[in-house]
């Protein structure tokens, strides 16, 4: 599926995305992770721009399931 133009944040956008969850890195921290592939990214016109769900992700509360709904059969022992 292709992205849209929105998908695409400048340096600093990111940064005030982070600076909202209460973390504070400086674009040029989040251009190095960039560069260093540890945020996908692109250059246009001499500017980096990230991804927004790679940096909201960032932020983002570790997802949780309930043993309960998962399948019963997932935790039951292999038998030959």
Do not use: C, Y
Request: glycine letters at 8%; charged letters at 30%.
């Amino acid at each position: 599926m292709p992205s849209s133009a929105a998908d695409w944040i400048s340096l600093s956008e990111a940064a005030d995305i982070l600076a909202g969850a209460n973390v504070h890195f400086r674009p040029s921290t989040i251009g190095t992770w960039a560069r260093t592939g540890k945020l996908q990214s692109i250059k246009l016109g001499g500017r980096r721009f990230v991804r927004r769900g790679e940096v909201k992700a960032l932020v983002a509360g570790p997802r949780r399931v309930r043993a309960t709904d998962l399948q019963p059969r997932l935790f039951e022992e292999i038998r030959d």
